[in-house]
């Protein structure tokens, strides 16, 4: 498996060990029933759909199993689909397992943990400090292998944590141009405003929102938090304040889940900088497969535009 | 002062004791100084200008002070003002105190208190019980003064008690009429949805927004109180997640200020309820000094709407 | 058929009496003809495919024949899908008929009927009380079955009349807390403001918007009844004017099809009791099969969302 | 008179006889009443503030009365405003009455009204031609005096008349490009579409809404007359319910006032045509004038544009 | 072939010459592969599957070849679609082409660009006729057979200058009737407003949006075009500049794709008259398949409205 | 003159030199004409009225005009005015010319020409370095002087080239952090996104709209400029269609004033940076007077926030 099936163009054959991420059970238009598989390995994933099932093979590939496929993509509706032709489960023998098999950061996340302490060692403001510190102590387990999001963007293990090291590095870059920032409440705010999403999903693998999730969402839930880490390390002084509305008002309007908007100059970066971020890594993603001279697939969370690439910029390396 | 301002047509004249809510010094076209000053009793408020005022008029005519006035209640711009055309501060010799002439709330504090405490008293459910029965007792002496509004609704004393009470009666006689709702939940919500105004607003006097208020907003502050209250209280269990999901979303919509719209059906029924009230009591408000056959003035908070009071129903009491 | 279809579980089998509502021919992927089936019971509605039909299949299993089905619930995207293993049309002899098998209110059309009548008696308004009991007698016999609507809420037998009763408690239970209510007014808005729904839908049975019911509407409909009424009576005076503005305004905004939105303190209250008791309505139906601790379908009428059932609330009776 | 106030021009002086609109009591910074005045002659409108007032000036100066005045035209605020230097009531002796002084349609009112019957009298479906003809004459002595709005466009004595007349001829040009219109419909439909203006509106003097113009609206109304109509001749078709749909729709959306958007080719074709007329009366006086080179004053119903005269273009006649 | 495939209804057999507009190959969910065909004749257009197909097939039922076809209309989820019976390449034996095959517009194009020409040549302001003149003539032969768009309205053969000369037979006939209007700039605004489709649009066959089409826009480039051509013809002026912003400002509204709204009376009618002519070509396409009593499909670019054939109107000829 | 005005206190006075910006004539509430002055340092504006003027000071209080005044600053409805005490014309013995009362960048001018050519010289791409060459030539002389912008931000001398120097460096510092990005066309895009503000602004003293800038607009006319740049300079390729998409699409979306949306990667971020670098200035600029513990005036540019400066910030230097 030299090359993951992000990378495979329709009509090529696939000869691969992919994980099951998700198998539903589907009735055809014949009455026969199949199983939708989507399948993954870490350059991304493929749909498949395995057809004439029997009882045994709807138990056997089954989410979170590894499978060894034969098969060619092909084109559904403009969607790359694996066309599958030989499937069998794996054992022991084949010395394969899903850590393997899930998407992740390209950093190690050991670095990155480091670089976030860097960042946190620096700061001059002893309570922004104390308070990022103990916040990041506290959930730095999850933090370390917790996605950005289900989808979209930074949705691979570690995504939360690149993307708060991206963010910190963007941050350093922009303010050395504006001195009016206070950079122990731009970097803490990067770190803290996400942080709940620790919570807010379930995890690196099948990751999904929780019921807190939904209900009350990683905003409400780390304004929460601040408070109770003041509480507890007896900070008082209205940087605990000014973190909690950093934290509310990242996403910057009432439509898109913050209460307040950002009132503070750092908070407004804070929300740019995000953006910045998050749009990179999506165009980034839509494109990368894309040859000069054309247009994406439409990107949803891009308000549906399909980007074009250039003639006189790079062809992608493995197309 | 038989009749309060409120009810002072224009063309009539007024001799009597009003308490300066706000005095503001302005320069008139012509050069000279003039106190704009906010009077009010407990009725209502009217405007007056002071026009040619020496220092010791601006030292004197200052906000909370209590003044003897007579003027005549003048048309200005569609609006009412009072000409002023005698004023005078007030010594002990008057026995007036600002409390009689703040607007206040129709029924008695600690009869509401106590109708509260009953709704409490009659909850099944003891999470939900102790958690509202603990954040009640927290913050009941401010909660039994504070107006609900800076503006628009329930802007007087006691104005946050009053709503809420009839908003428990309003859910009693509704939730009578749908089986499926959870009254421990519905009455819960009721309670503690506004309750953080105590600390978004500055108290009865002089209201205003907090910066806390400005910068968090009673909605996540209360979100916040309801964990470290069951915490606290050491109560686990779904309640106190299903309690702040009720507070979080009772603005039902983003742009009004809820990072979550109602996701359970008493959170729901609560938006609906804290409307019906807060449209009712506006629509009296703006209605109460209207002859029948006409439109009232333009209501900002009522979409901009002009209200119309039928011929066939009754006039106002004092006009 | 002792537990209904709507109860029906993923994987539980059927056998069953049930009415085909629509029955629409289509053409599968591999050429062959099939029948898409939405089959009904008192309870609720479920989809089946008929596959691989002959012409006198066709001609047998239309729109409004009972059918006995045998056959299983699957999973079809999400949504229940009836498998169908066997069917075959009915006879005399299986001593079944169709309205049998259409939903309908829970109460009994003609004690809500007398309910309705008993809140015209007691109105004091004359001009008001006339009119309300003219249009009511007029409309009587299709006023006491049709739907209120064909989808999203009340749309069953009798769902008009049963909202029209729900509301009308609804207002007396909330008009009792705000003395400044005209409950005359109150009533009579709520009796007529859906009343022209009898010309808007055609009746109970496969219910369609009809053409006058497309270009003009059950709002303007009414209207203009109001107006004949009164001509009719020789009712002259502003309350049939204030009558239709109540229907004209009942939907509150422009977008959501009232020219006007309500100008008058009854008409807004009419609106909200409106929105409660359809908010309700749907909110039970959508919560009705959810496991607690489960979320519902996305309810499209409902802002899309999907409604979550605490886990410390009752499960379904019937699962 | 021979110059209108309309064309005067910042600087220019006044010698006329003008009509007093309507006349407010306002006070000034300095403590003394005025009187802000708005007068009218047959070209247009100016304001003007008659300053120092006594009890005996308030009297005489009122809504309706015609003055002799002498002034000068003044920038106030980019607006231009009548600076009063003499003014005096005027008696018989002065031989001016305010039919004179109102602004009214540029064609003769007769002449236009024998137009709008010619289109009638062409019509080949006798049950629109009757339908039209009967609502005509039951309304045709306002109809032939009534302004179109209160402001914005057509606001004049007989600009209704005058609209329904620019708009016949305009649809009779486009409809001879477009051989599947009917010609019997839109006719009906332009006659027809704002005649219960002559019920929305107070008349041609001092325009305003009355009270059912305000709960019911014009659009309404008129469904409703058209429906009363055809009761009246026992008229039955479909012809009936269409014209009723057009009258309806012609706002074309909710939010503009019609509960529904036009559904029949030629209900879209007369809000089109309405569009146009009203445009084009509205940009042309904002426009007129405006010297080449320069941009008009931002016109509110225009969407607040301000509108450019090209520098090849016309200066106004009068400048 | 006598009646084209347009007017085939459900059920009806044809048996015809048509040519393939795009061919795509997908997957049967039985796994095998099948052609979906876009077919075409100068009528309309109709979709048709063809199963089971073999390597050489998929080779020669390509987009813009002609084949022959025997089949029948079925109804796919309430669209026709054409059921494949037989299906044969076609050679020159056949003697068809594609020209033959291509909707176009209903006029003669030589005689339409004659049309044009005389517009131009009676035009006064010798600045605007020389620049129209002037990309008239650069421009003339992709004019000539150009479509307006890919879809909508106007999406034939020469549909561009079908629209250029219904929209100046408009303007002729509007201005008639407003004497203000400037008949060369609206004239000239007419020819060139949507002139530079020529470039955004691939061309009449398999019309796709070119890249710069989907980078820059017509809208645009004319405005580039027409800076150009007065510098290669020396023409100063402000006529230059108005011009160009009236191609501008011709949708009207920035999210309609206009930078700037009309400013200018002669832009703003443009923008209506453009209005009107895709209206009614849109509304005649949707309505020329109704029976009389009947609504239309839903029109997506109609706001997703269903039209209505009024029963007192003529059925469609060939129906 | 040591202290500008922008950083007078309410109650503070001021003997400085100031620029007249604007003298507009009014007429004062007793009839009595006055000039409001704007008047202007480097360091801001502030408004006074001249009360009792004579046609005298009225010819030589005009725009453009330096004068000598003595006053207070006072609070006018929440803004600071100046109450002029007196004031004098100056002559050349008071050795003041305008230059020295503009706000102006706070950096050198040639120093931010040389450092806009260095990044042109870097550039590796020849067509886009010789167009943005050219360009930037072609317009230096009035790109070193103007103004970004008529007020909100960046409405200095100098102003343009101060924004797209701030934006050229924050592009360096970001593209260091995301090496997918093209440098040359992203500072080629910073260059040349606002250039035509040259055109599109009146120039750096008494800035306003030209009558092209209002009828086109700098983006349309900045998109014309680099097509006829490439046609001068005989480029060809792609590179000329993507800068001139950058320009088009750099307020993002249709309507902010941009046709098309942006379809590249550096167009997406060349909006960005835009954004962070007006934003940034904009509440700067709001703050900057603002002491630690308060909230700003409401910044309409800045979506009518109103910011808040932490107690823990500095407090303004010159407070």
Do not use: C
Request: charged share 25%.
């Amino acid at each position: 498996m030299r090359k993951g099936i992000h990378h495979h163009k329709v009509g090529e054959s696939v000869d691969a060990y992919l994980l099951i991420k998700t198998g539903k059970k589907g009735i055809a238009s014949n009455g026969k029933p199949f199983l939708n598989l989507q399948l993954t390995d870490k350059t991304g994933e493929l749909e498949a759909k395995l057809w004439g099932i029997s009882s045994e093979d709807e138990a056997t590939f089954v989410s979170g199993s590894i499978v060894h496929i034969q098969g060619e993509v092909q084109d559904f509706r403009g969607m790359r689909q694996l066309k599958i032709k030989t499937i069998r489960p794996t054992t022991g023998m084949d010395q394969v397992k899903p850590d393997d098999f899930l998407p992740s950061a390209p950093r190690n996340k050991d670095e990155m943990l480091e670089e976030v302490t860097q960042y946190i060692f620096d700061m001059k403001n002893a309570k922004i400090q104390r308070l990022t510190r103990h916040l990041f102590k506290k959930h730095q387990k999850e933090f370390a292998v917790s996605p950005a999001a289900t989808k979209n963007h930074h949705e691979f293990v570690s995504g939360l944590l690149y993307h708060v090291v991206s963010m910190l590095q963007l941050s350093k870059n922009i303010a050395s141009l504006y001195p009016t920032l206070d950079t122990d409440l731009l970097y803490a705010g990067v770190i803290l405003h996400d942080m709940a999403k620790v919570r807010e999903l379930s995890g690196p693998m099948g990751t999904q929102y929780t019921t807190p999730g939904k209900l009350i969402g990683h905003i409400s839930m780390m304004v929460t938090e601040i408070d109770e880490a003041a509480k507890e390390l007896a900070i008082e002084g209205e940087e605990v304040l000014v973190l909690q509305h950093m934290v509310l008002s990242h996403h910057s309007k009432g439509e898109w889940g913050s209460p307040k908007p950002p009132l503070i100059r750092e908070a407004e970066m804070l929300h740019m900088i995000d953006n910045i971020d998050a749009k990179m890594n999506m165009m980034d993603r839509v494109l990368d497969r894309v040859i000069p001279g054309e247009f994406s697939e439409r990107a949803f969370a891009l308000e549906n535009r399909s980007f074009y690439k250039p003639t006189f910029h790079e062809p992608p390396i493995d197309l």
